[in-house]
């Protein structure tokens, strides 16, 4: 069974096609804008392409039954169009529910004909490095909204839910809304980096527009949006879904779990 993983060398991508060879994969085929500098293991039949240009995509799709599709709304029907033209039955998209930004992504593959599967994670673990620079240059952190809580989900759980999805059976029509397996707010995030670190992290609270101007050199123009989306998580805590364990069958990676393997970045 060939699985095509598009976006391979991005930042869910390449930990799908790794959970994928893990799980026993033997057929997987890597979409990447520069195969030579992709540096993917070499059982992976690696492509050249884009999902952000549709066009390249016929070459990879040949011969293919399932696929990753990773978010990417603009050209996002084009993709799922013709991955179902070309004998996928069944695409896995990275996307978001019908209030989103992404949800445009798990219409395109509704509509392709293909079954689909949509993984809709809340925010990843990863964006905590946001506070990284703060930490290591001053110690501290700076946040408007210390005390809005969501409930952080790691990317290799997003990838490995993936990869039972592409691999197994029975997921054909569901939406999986993912989750960690803790809500906590954001002062309790940084107690657990505090925590790994083994010295004390203070939280500022500071007004919205210098918390813009601290994860801008970061996230750039998308800081504000960022910002403000964290207010309304002040008032409307996200909850914990169980979707990851019910799938899995074993609890996601928590946030201590997971700063306790990348303190470095804090360091």
Not at 220 to 230: K, L, M, Q, R
């Amino acid at each position: 069974m060939a699985i095509l993983v598009t976006g391979a060398t991005g930042s869910v991508g390449r930990r799908v096609v790794d959970q994928l060879l893990a799980a026993g994969a033997d057929d997987v085929r890597a979409l990447t804008t520069n195969p030579t500098k992709a540096a993917l293991p070499a059982s992976v039949h690696v492509v050249e392409g884009y999902v952000g240009r549709p066009e390249s995509l016929p070459p990879a799709l040949h011969g293919v039954d399932r696929m990753y599709l990773a978010p990417a709304p603009e050209t996002a029907a084009a993709a799922a169009a013709l991955a179902a033209q070309a004998g996928v039955r069944h695409i896995v998209d990275l996307s978001g529910p019908e209030e989103s930004w992404w949800y445009s992504v798990a219409k395109a593959v509704e509509e392709s004909g293909a079954s689909w599967t949509h993984l809709w994670p809340g925010e990843f673990m990863e964006n905590s490095t946001v506070w990284a620079e703060q930490v290591r240059r001053t110690g501290m952190v700076r946040d408007a909204y210390p005390d809005a809580a969501n409930a952080p989900i790691a990317m290799d759980d997003v990838a490995r839910i993936a990869a039972t999805c592409l691999l197994g059976e029975n997921h054909e029509g569901q939406s999986y809304l993912l989750t960690g397996p803790e809500t906590l707010s954001r002062r309790e995030l940084i107690d657990r980096i505090a925590a790994a670190l083994g010295r004390d992290v203070p939280v500022l609270r500071v007004g919205r527009d210098e918390a813009v101007e601290q994860l801008t050199p970061a996230m750039g123009e998308y800081a504000a949006w960022y910002v403000d989306g964290t207010a309304e998580l002040a008032t409307s805590p996200q909850p914990v879904s169980a979707t990851f364990e019910n799938v899995m069958g074993r609890p996601g990676t928590t946030f201590a779990e997971w700063v306790a393997a990348h303190v470095d970045e804090f360091r």
